[in-house]
Structures are given as C-alpha cells and as structure tokens.
C-alpha cells in the first residue's frame, strides 16, 4: 500500500461516485485496486507505470493478451463502418457459422452481451422447450448472476447439507422460490447427482453443469461424472447444458471435444469477443428453436439492444480465427509448464498444496488434500491466511493473478514469460513457507 499512488487516488475519487469506489465485486482489492492504464501482449501497466505480467486476462476473456493488432484491425474496421445498428449483420451469421463448425453439438446460436445473459437465455431456453420449472446446477459452481445460476455458490460448511447439497441464497434478497426451483448436486460425485436428478426428474429443464468450474475449485470433471449426466438427462427428459463460457478456451472444440461429449445447449462467452461484451447460446436445431420468430411470437421472446453487436463480432472471428490447432497446443504445452513448475516450488519449499487445471488455466491451492469438488477446495482460515500472503507476494513479483488463484495464459506469452511466471510463483511460495 502507497497513500501516494496514483491507483489510490483514483479510488479514493471513485468512492464518491460508486459503491464502495466499485463497479465489479470480482476486481475488488484492499486496501485499494489497482488501476490498470493500459495493456499490451501479455503485460499491462498500472496508473504509476508499474508493469505486470497479466495472469488475469479479464478472467480469462484476454487470450490474446491486450492490444493484439488482429484485433484491433478488425475491431477499428467495423467502427469505421458502424457500431450498432437496428438491423442485423453479416458479421453474426459469419461468428454463428464459425463456432457451430467447431462445436458438433451446435447446430445453431444464438448471440447475447455477457455470460450471465447467456446462461440466463440457456435456462429460459430448457424451460420452454420442456415446458418443465426446475433447473439442476452443481455446489459452488459459478454461472453469472442470473437468480437461478447463482444458488448455491458459496454455502458455507455449516450449510452444506448432510448427504447432499442443499439449495442456498448467494444474494440477499433470493426468494424463496428461486431455491425452490434449483436442485443443488455435488461436483464429480456421480452417484449423489444421479439420484437427485432422478428424484426431480419429471420436474427437471435441465442440468447445468461447467465442466471445469473456477469457483468450485478448477478441478476437471472426472469422465464417468459427466457421462453419468449425459445418460440420465436423457433418461428423465431434462436437457444437459454445458457452461462453456470459460471452458471454450480448453481445446479447439471446447471441454465438450475434449470430453468427447455432445450437451443439448452450450453457453459462450470471453474469448469469443475478441476482449468485447459477448455472450452466445448454442445448441440442437429443435432446442434452439425456442427463439424462432417466424411463426409468430416465439416460444422465448430475446432482443438486446447490443446483442450480436458487430464489433464484438468481427473482433470475436479474428480471435477465434487465431485460435487454430497449433495456438491451443502451445497454450497447453505452456499451461503445463506453468502447472509442474509451481507443483515443483511447492514441494521445494514445503508447502502444502499445488495447482489443479487444463490447458492454458490453472488455480494454485493451499489446501493439503486432492481437489475435486467445491468442499474440498473449500479454503480453512489458515490455508486462506496462506492464500492471501502468496497473492501479495506475486503482485509485488510483477504477476497478475486472481485473488482465488486462478491463473489464465494468453497466447503472446514466450517462454522467457512463463519462466518469469514460475520464478515470481516460487519466490512467492518461499514467502509463505516463512510464515509457516
Ligand atoms: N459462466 C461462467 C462459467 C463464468 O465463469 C462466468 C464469468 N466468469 C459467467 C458464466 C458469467 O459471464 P459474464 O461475466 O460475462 O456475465
């Protein structure tokens, strides 16, 4: 902390104007936030010119870092033309043909401005194709804030149910019969979500599920977990949708190529964009035919004042577009090194924990036991003491990370970069085996 840094004094203008001085509860920081000035590849600068390796990426959004010249090609070309319009663009239909050739289990999409909004049309969508009110989403796993996609984010132990999870308010004010609609499943633990959904199943639109979720850990979903939710999604006539608005920056064909699964409905956003607002609901031609205006009004009704805008959308094909095979197998060879070094500082100075992930996201824990759900990724008072030493010690290294310890590559890293990634990663860790 430095009462004279510039990031100071901006918050201390920006808590006249905004609640708290924030706009965002996820880039809230004590004792103040850093303001970020400007991005460039992999780095960005504060408002004191101090510079840091981004490990953030906008929560995981950047894939390309900041300021790539693709992107800012085809973003400035469409501005030149027109920001927004009354009347739809060659640019939706030519995002919409470019991801449902890469997902199998797109046949047709359906664009929105963030992942909340995506995920919140998903569930409408399940709703109104099977005409049935419950939704199924899985203990701590983040969806945005739509009131159905956010119960149960963060029970705390004294609210996790004996047996099974039991649905929790995340926000003041949740009514009750938001809970009641939601079935809360654990995380990879294939036969308590089976019995609860067939408990529910004749009441059932869907199960929502992400298969590598953050907030519950970043632990990947085991195989036979997701399989056992594909089969009995089928079985009680409810829809699988998977959240992919992270995950899509796994693979070339997203967590649903590498799982080698096919969900009903899939949400996007992040990398989509190309760093704009996006959000986007894919699925099966009959699902997706809920939003079909021809015959009159449609089963769901969807606008959007800036859905599909195209600059997001020229900005989102020129990202996808860099994103070939080639770009995923370094992200992954990258993630990987990044993975086994930390794991490597870890053992090296004695600390418990170590890192969990795929491809080019990873989270660092502190937690002495193997990840695989929200619970046992849930932080005691001491392995969060741990957490947030680490976090200060690696901003002062000059590495942006978030402050669960999600960690997001982008593709104009060098390996001189992630070196520097595992060096600043060790160093930090050495501080908190100091205060052990
Ligand atoms: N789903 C998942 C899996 C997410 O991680 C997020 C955001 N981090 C969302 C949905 C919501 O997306 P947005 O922030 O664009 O509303």
Redesign the pocket.
Do not use: L
């Given at each position: 902390p430095d009462p004279n840094s510039s990031s100071q004094k901006m918050y201390d203008r920006a808590l006249a104007s905004l609640p708290g001085g924030n706009t965002r509860t996820t880039v809230f920081m004590k004792p103040y936030p850093i303001y970020a000035a400007r991005g460039e590849g992999c780095r960005v600068w504060d408002l004191d010119g101090n510079v840091y390796i981004d490990c953030i990426n906008n929560?995981t959004s950047q894939i390309h870092g900041h300021a790539h010249p693709a992107l800012i090609k085809a973003a400035t070309a469409q501005l030149a033309l027109g920001s927004a319009f009354g009347l739809p663009t060659a640019s939706e239909v030519d995002l919409a043909e470019l991801l449902a050739s890469r997902l199998p289990s797109v046949d047709q999409v359906r664009f929105a401005n963030?992942?909340?909004?995506a995920?919140m049309m998903a569930l409408k969508a399940a709703r109104a194709h099977t005409g049935r009110p419950k939704i199924a989403k899985c203990e701590g796993a983040?969806?945005?804030s739509y009131d159905y996609a956010e119960v149960s984010l963060d029970p705390t132990p004294e609210a996790w149910g004996r047996n099974a999870p039991v649905s929790v308010a995340y926000a003041k004010g949740t009514p009750d019969n938001v809970l009641a609609d939601v079935v809360t499943i654990p995380f990879n633990d294939t036969e308590a979500a089976v019995s609860l959904i067939r408990e529910h199943g004749r009441e059932l639109a869907c199960v929502l599920v992400?298969p590598m979720?953050?907030r519950a850990g970043l632990a990947p979903a085991n195989q036979a977990y997701l399989e056992a939710l594909r089969k009995v999604t089928r079985e009680v006539g409810a829809l699988l949708i998977f959240?992919e608005?992270?995950t899509f920056r796994l693979g070339y064909r997203g967590a649903q190529g590498i799982w080698n699964i096919d969900p009903d409905l899939t949400?996007l956003?992040?990398i989509i964009g190309g760093g704009f607002p996006v959000?986007a609901i894919g699925g099966r031609r009959d699902v997706m035919a809920v939003f079909d205006p021809r015959p009159g009004k449609p089963a769901l009704p969807h606008g959007g004042t800036f859905s599909a805008n195209p600059v997001t959308m020229r900005a989102g094909i020129a990202a996808m577009e860099l994103l070939d095979e080639a770009a995923f197998a370094r992200l992954d060879a990258m993630g990987e090194a990044v993975r086994s070094g930390i794991n490597e500082a870890f053992h090296r100075h004695g600390v418990p924990g170590g890192t969990v992930g795929l491809g080019s996201l990873l989270k660092i824990h502190f937690v002495d036991r193997p990840v695989r759900d929200y619970r046992s990724a849930y932080l005691s008072e001491e392995e969060g003491r741990r957490q947030m030493v680490f976090s200060r010690a690696l901003l002062n290294r000059g590495v942006l990370a978030a402050g669960n310890g999600l960690m997001a590559l982008s593709t104009p890293m060098t390996d001189a970069d992630i070196n520097a990634i595992i060096d600043a990663a060790s160093g930090a860790l050495e501080e908190v085996a100091r205060t052990l």
């Open positions: 929560f963030s992942g909340t909004e995920v983040y969806h945005g992400d979720p953050n959240d608005v992270i949400t956003g992040k959000g």
